[in-house]
């Protein structure tokens, strides 16, 4: 079983579209992110929730609206899609606790390609 | 804010040679991290260091984190093709904090 996964794999898009990536854990962690990954392999947080309720909110645009319907699930939505926007999106969890004691679990990642 | 610098930024080697990956940090690391991501896959972690001082090893990777947890290294021995990949490390800023961040990644490739 998958611990963290995320869907889609691929995801090519027409600039200007809106698209969401869904992300599940089965680990019965409490907090989840949403981590992006540019070009240059370069990993930046965007959001993290705990519980359900937005914790993390690192100057993201508001074209990007995190949900969580509950602990277990936190899904991306991306409004009017832009070039810039192409890069490796990674969901993540970890045990509430802090990093500092534990590690996140990673999905496999999200290839978005805007054309 | 902190920040994670690794060296390399990229790495050749021939099979079968040792390496060694470093990650800087100006600021005291809380929960240090490396991770492997191969192209395509999710990361994949390989070991996690806490202690000033803590050394871990798995299979032929060895991770050291120094005495005053700002600097940790990620040694390979006999590297194989199946080292390949890229390698991040990851830490916390602050003790409890949910935010980890990341190093700026090295490419390892391996040749026969």
């Known amino acids: 079983d998958t611990a963290v996964s995320q869907t889609p794999k691929y995801l090519v898009t027409q600039m200007g579209n809106d698209k969401s990536i869904k992300c599940e854990q089965n680990?019965?962690?409490?907090?989840m992110y949403w981590y992006k990954q540019d070009s240059k392999k370069f990993l930046k947080i965007m959001f993290s929730?705990?519980?359900?309720?937005?914790?993390i909110n690192e100057t993201v645009p508001n074209r990007f609206s995190p949900k969580s319907p509950d602990k277990a699930h936190l899904n991306l939505h991306i409004n009017s899609l832009e070039l810039g926007d192409s890069a490796v999106y990674f969901c993540a969890s970890s045990q509430d606790g802090g990093t500092a004691n534990y590690g996140y679990t990673f999905g496999s990642g999200t290839r978005l390609t805007v054309v | 804010s902190q920040e994670l610098e690794q060296s390399p930024q990229s790495l050749i080697v021939q099979e079968g040679k040792n390496l060694t990956i470093n990650c800087t940090s100006s600021?005291?690391?809380?929960?240090l991290y490396w991770y492997k991501q191969k192209y395509g896959e999710g990361l994949i972690f390989l070991m996690m260091?806490?202690?000033?001082?803590e050394e871990k090893s798995h299979e032929k990777i060895t991770a050291k984190l120094d005495e005053k947890k700002q600097q940790s290294s990620l040694h390979i021995t006999a590297s194989q093709p199946s080292h390949a990949g890229i390698y991040l490390c990851g830490a916390g800023s602050s003790y409890n904090t949910d935010k980890l961040i990341f190093g700026t990644g090295t490419r390892l490739q391996v040749f026969p």
């Open positions: 929730y705990n519980n359900k309720e937005l914790i």
């Open positions: 680990l019965g962690h409490d907090t």
């Open positions: 600021k005291t690391l809380y929960g």
């Open positions: 260091l806490q202690k000033g001082g």
